[in-house]
């Protein structure tokens, strides 16, 4: 089945440590991304892909790095910058191009929640 | 820039109760809009899209009509059940941020049988 898989479910992180969340879709989508959602806030963009080798910073993109070197993967780095990173971490892809696409679906991974002990 | 507003939950209603969970937007040009529904402890499922002025989506039993005039997108069901309890999220395509989208802070909705 396709679908779009993260992991892992549960990850928990001491204070100045780097954790690297794992997204990866099989539904040959060209764009990624991640969300982080907060009790209360909603889904807040951290960073998206549209290519390969390329991407671009979302709204609360500080102490968070991404990769793109496979079109299929995109791993978020939750650095020991990022001051309060206890949250759920949703990542989410799309496809690109042609007339219909500001239409296309965004489907989700199932969610990584991360605790700072 | 971009921003949606929905009204604050949590919803509380009695199985076969009328549901209404307002959503109002701003956005770059003519955006397509989304309602998405996410269940306790799981990512985000679409539930219904509208792409232009007076399109209508739906999916079980929830509607939503894009009013361009009013910039809103109002969720909408004639009778709700218990296995309805989620989040809703309603969400426009961003034109500024290519083609994120932009949420709302979701509203809680919570069926009692």
């Known amino acids: 089945d396709g679908g779009i898989t993260q992991s892992p479910k549960y990850l928990f992180r001491k204070e100045g440590q780097n954790v690297t969340l794992s997204c990866e879709q099989n539904l040959n989508h060209d764009a990624m991304y991640w969300y982080r959602q907060d009790p209360g806030q909603g889904l807040r963009l951290i960073y998206y892909?549209?290519?390969?080798?390329?991407?671009q910073k979302g709204d609360i993109a500080e102490g968070y790095s991404v990769s793109r070197e496979k079109k299929e993967s995109f791993p978020l780095t939750v650095t020991s910058a990022q001051k309060n990173p206890t949250a759920f971490y949703l990542c989410?892809?799309?496809?690109?191009?042609?007339?219909?696409?500001?239409?296309?679906?965004?489907?989700f991974g199932p969610g990584t929640r991360l605790t700072v002990l | 820039g971009d921003s949606v507003t929905q009204m604050e939950g949590p919803v509380t209603l009695s199985e076969e109760a009328f549901l209404t969970i307002n959503c109002t937007y701003t956005a770059t040009g003519y955006p397509s809009l989304f309602w998405y529904v996410q269940y306790p402890g799981e990512g985000l499922q679409l539930l219904l899209k509208?792409?232009?002025?007076?399109d209508k989506g739906s999916n079980k039993g929830f509607e939503a009509t894009y009013r361009k005039e009013t910039t809103s997108f109002h969720l909408e069901k004639g009778s709700v059940q218990v296995s309805d309890s989620a989040v809703y999220f309603c969400?426009?395509?961003?034109?500024?941020?290519?083609?994120?989208?932009?949420f709302g802070k979701g509203t809680t909705l919570s069926v009692s049988s």
């Open positions: 509208a792409t232009k002025a007076d």
């Open positions: 989410a892809s799309t496809a690109l191009g042609g007339l219909a696409f500001r239409a296309d679906t965004q489907y």
């Open positions: 969400a426009p395509r961003s034109g500024q941020a290519g083609t994120a989208l932009i």
């Open positions: 892909s549209q290519i390969v080798n390329d991407f």
